[in-house]
Each structure stands twice: as C-alpha cells, then as structure tokens.
C-alpha cells in the first residue's frame, strides 16, 4: 500500500505573493513560515507595518527601545494577539531557524526586555496568518507563493516595505516583471 507523500514542511522559508493575490490581505506580502504541519501552517506577514508603535499598542513596561518599534500586521487572524521574532546571537531555543524564535506570550516579551542587549534583535506583531490541515499545501499547488529561504537578515529588514519587490526581482524576468507593475493596475 503506498501512502500519499507528505507535503515537504515549509517552515523557516519565506512566502512570497506570486502576483495571484492581488485584492487580497496578501496582496505583495512577505510571509514567514514559522510552523507547517499536517494539522495546519502558522506565518507572520514580515512586510507589512501599522501606523502604531509597540509602546502605542501595548500597555505594558518595556524597555523605550522596543516601544519605539513599529508595530507589525503579522495576518488577518486574531488581531489583538500579540506575537514576536527574536533573534540573538546565540539563541539556543530558536524553534524557527538557528537564533530565531518565535514568542506569543507578553510574559516572555517582558523578559526580553529586561536584558535587552545590543545583539538581539525583536520585531512585534499584531495578529498572524493561519491555515489548517492541507490549506497552504493546496495554495503552494496553485502557485500562489514563491518561496525563499529566510535568513535573520531578511526577517530584521531594515526596509521591510520594499522586501517584497526585492526578493521578487530575483526570482527571474516573469517576476521581475511583477515587481516592476504599478501597485494599481489601473495606472498603467
């Protein structure tokens, strides 16, 4: 009897709209696949800031530099939810890639914060992007993200507004093409 090939899991790679998502939340995002399973897949939209900072957004006592970052739209699910990357050098329970994690808790935030260091680097998000058992399987089949490999570089952006054109024009001249489309096709 053979069984169905799992699908191959997708975490740690970037999504990246592949010019079929247009009119949707994902319209040019970047997504960072940060758990995919059998039961389901969970993202962070990496490109995607609110008009808030963190401080505006949670009330809570953290360090002035972490409440002076731009809060980020992570997905359309549960807004008020708080989730965040945190990346450092040395990170032995990084469950994204090596030196990354991703938290979901205020407390564990909080206890960032108190020793906040020079090396560490957190990005804050409002809200995530999920999918349940086989969703994301049949999105990759119908093409509708481009993957990338994540690395703490891409994820930490320091223009995150531009990530996706960027990463899109190297994916080969059909993309390019893409990346260099006015936003509003009706400008053309």
């Known amino acids: 009897m053979s069984h169905p090939i799992q699908p191959q899991s997708l975490k740690g790679m970037l999504l990246l709209d592949s ?4 009119g949707s939340f ?19 939209v990496l490109n995607r ?10 009330v809570a006592n953290l360090p002035q530099a ?17 989730s965040f990357l945190h990346s450092d050098a040395f990170l032995p329970n990084a469950n ?21 260091s020079s090396t560490q ?4 998000f409002a809200g995530y992007a999920g999918w349940s058992a086989g969703q994301l399987d049949d999105e990759m089949r119908r093409e509708a ?3 990338h490999p994540a690395s703490i570089e891409l994820v930490f952006h320091s223009h995150p507004e531009g990530l996706w054109q960027t ?8 993309f390019r093409l893409i990346a260099d489309c006015p936003e509003d096709p009706s400008l053309n």
């Open 167 to 174: 990463i899109i024009r190297q994916k080969g001249l059909k």
């Open 49 to 58: 800031a609110t008009p808030n900072k963190v401080g505006e957004a949670l």
């Open 145 to 147: 993200w481009v993957t």
């Open 26 to 44: 994902f319209h040019r995002s970047v997504m960072l696949i940060c758990e995919h399973s059998p039961e389901g897949a969970l993202g962070l």
């Open 66 to 82: 972490l409440k002076e970052q731009p809060l980020y739209l992570g997905g359309p699910v549960q807004p008020q939810a708080l």
């Open 19 to 22: 010019g079929k998502l247009a």
């Open 121 to 124: 680097k957190v990005k804050i």
């Open 96 to 116: 994204v890639l090596p030196n990354l994690l991703i938290g979901h808790s205020l407390d564990s935030l909080l206890e960032l914060g108190e020793g906040f």
